[in-house]
C-alpha cells in the first residue's frame, strides 16, 4: 500500500505539508449509502453497533465507494449508555424515512440518577467497539488510518437528560437549578469518554475525534464553568496517548479562540465561518471543514464549486483538512459525494 497516501490525513492534522488536501466526511457511512441500507434492512442499529463483522464492513464500505482519506469508526456517542445503567434504544423512523432517533426509558433528573450512573469498563462492557477496531484495522490494511471517537459531556447529557433528542431545556435548567449536580454527571460522562477513547487508541484508533454538536447552545459563560474544563481533560488525555486529536462542535464559532486553545490539534467549524476567517482566528490548530452538508442535496455542480472555493480559502498554510460542517443527510446523491471528494483530490496550487 502507498504510505504518502495513508498518511495524508494525519500530517494535516499535525499541520504537516501534505501531497493532496485530506478529506473525509461525518457520517460517511450511513443511510444515504444503498450498501449502508441494505444492512440495515437485516439489523436494527445497535445490533450493527455491537457486531464487529458488520461495523468494519460498513466504516469500509466508504473508503472503497468515494476514496476517503480516513475511516471513522462506525459506532455512536451514546453506545456506552446501556452499561452506565441507562436503558437505550434507537426507534424506528417513520416509515419510507428510516431514522430511528435514540430514545432513553429512565433518563437522569435527579442527584441520585447521577450517582447511579457507572462509568464503564470498556473491555468489559464495550468488547465489541474494540473488536470492531482491530477488526477495521485488518480490513483497511494500512490504506487509510481509522478515527475513533466518543460523544462530548455536553452531547451525551442532553440525551441522558432529555432521554432523547427533545432539546435542551431540562440539561440547560440543571446548570442553573443545580450546578452541582450538573457537573457531578458531566465528570462521570467526561470519565467514561476519556476511558473510551483511550481503549479505542489502544485497539488501533489512529486519531481522536470528540462530538460535542450541540455545544452551541451554551453561552460563553455557561461553556467556561461547564463545559471547556471537561474537554480539556479529555484533550489532555488523548495527547498522552501520541494521536491526533480533533475537535467537532455546531454552531460555536463565536466561541472559536477559547475552543482553539483547548488542547486538540484539529478543530472543525461548520459553515457558519468563513474558512480563511477560522484560520486567522485559530492560528495554533488545524482546521477542519466546513461545507454545508446541504449543498450536497443540490445540483451536484454546485456542491462541487463550493467545495473548491472552501478549498481556495483555507490557504496553502498546511493544516486543512476538508470535510462538511456537520454530517451527510440522508438521501444525498453519491455520485455528489464522490465528484465533490475528486474535486478535492485534483485541486493544486498553480
Ligand atoms: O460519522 C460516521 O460515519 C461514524 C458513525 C457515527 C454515527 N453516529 C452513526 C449513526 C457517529 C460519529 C455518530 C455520532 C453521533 N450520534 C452524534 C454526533 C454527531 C452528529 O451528527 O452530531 C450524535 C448526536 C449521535 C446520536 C444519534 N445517533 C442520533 C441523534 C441519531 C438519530 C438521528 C439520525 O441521524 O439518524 C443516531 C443514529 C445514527 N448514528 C445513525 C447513524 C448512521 C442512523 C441510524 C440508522 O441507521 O437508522
Known amino acids: 500500500m502507498a504510505p504518502p497516501m495513508s498518511h ?3 500530517a494535516a492534522c499535525r499541520k504537516q505539508p501534505v501531497d493532496r488536501l485530506p478529506v473525509w466526511m461525518m457520517r460517511q457511512a450511513g443511510r444515504y449509502q444503498p450498501s449502508y441500507r441494505a444492512v440495515r434492512e437485516k439489523v436494527g442499529f445497535l445490533e450493527l453497533c455491537r457486531s464487529p463483522e458488520l461495523i468494519a464492513q460498513v466504516t469500509v464500505a466508504p473508503i472503497d465507494e468515494f476514496g476517503f482519506d480516513a475511516a471513522i469508526l462506525f459506532s455512536d456517542i451514546l453506545v456506552h449508555l446501556p452499561a452506565m445503567g441507562l436503558d437505550l434504544t434507537f426507534e424506528k423512523g417513520e416509515k419510507g424515512k428510516g431514522d430511528g432517533g435514540p430514545k432513553i426509558a429512565n ?10 450512573l457507572r462509568v464503564p469498563e470498556p473491555k468489559k462492557d464495550l468488547p465489541y467497539v474494540l473488536d470492531g477496531v482491530r477488526a477495521i484495522r485488518t480490513a483497511l490494511q494500512d490504506r487509510v488510518p481509522l478515527i475513533g471517537f466518543v460523544g462530548g459531556p455536553f452531547t451525551v447529557a442532553s440525551y441522558a437528560v432529555e432521554g432523547g433528542s427533545q432539546g435542551f431545556t431540562r440539561l440547560k435548567t440543571m446548570l442553573y437549578a443545580e450546578p452541582r449536580t450538573a457537573h457531578a454527571l458531566f465528570e462521570k460522562l467526561t470519565r467514561a469518554a476519556i476511558v473510551q477513547i483511550e481503549e479505542q487508541i489502544a485497539a488501533g484508533a489512529q486519531a481522536a475525534q470528540i462530538f460535542e454538536s450541540w455545544l452551541g447552545e451554551l453561552d460563553r459563560a455557561d461553556l467556561e464553568e461547564f463545559a471547556f474544563p471537561y474537554l480539556a481533560r479529555i484533550a489532555e488525555a488523548v495527547k498522552r496517548t501520541g ?3 480533533i475537535f467537532f462542535s455546531t454552531g460555536t464559532t463565536s466561541h472559536l479562540e477559547p475552543i482553539s486553545k483547548l488542547g486538540y490539534d ?3 467549524v461548520d459553515w457558519r465561518i468563513p474558512i480563511d476567517e477560522a484560520r486567522r482566528r485559530a492560528p495554533g490548530v488545524a482546521i477542519q471543514g466546513n461545507l454545508d452538508s446541504t449543498l450536497l442535496l443540490g445540483p451536484k455542480q454546485v456542491a462541487v464549486e463550493r467545495a473548491l472555493s472552501i478549498v481556495r480559502a483555507a490557504g496553502r498554510e498546511p493544516g486543512y483538512i476538508f470535510n462538511l460542517g456537520h454530517g ?5 446523491p453519491t455520485e ?3 465528484a465533490v471528494v475528486d474535486a478535492v483530490h485534483a485541486f493544486a496550487w498553480k
Do not use: H, M, Y
Not at 433518563?107 to 447511579?116: E, L, S
Not at 451527510?328 to 444525498?332: D, K, L, R, W
Open 336 to 338: 455528489t459525494v464522490k
Open 107 to 116: 433518563p437522569v433528573r435527579t442527584r441520585a440518577d447521577v450517582d447511579a
Open 243 to 245: 494521536v491526533p486529536s
Open 266 to 268: 484539529v478543530v472543525s
Open 8 to 10: 495524508r490525513f494525519l
Open 328 to 332: 451527510i443527510q440522508p438521501g444525498t
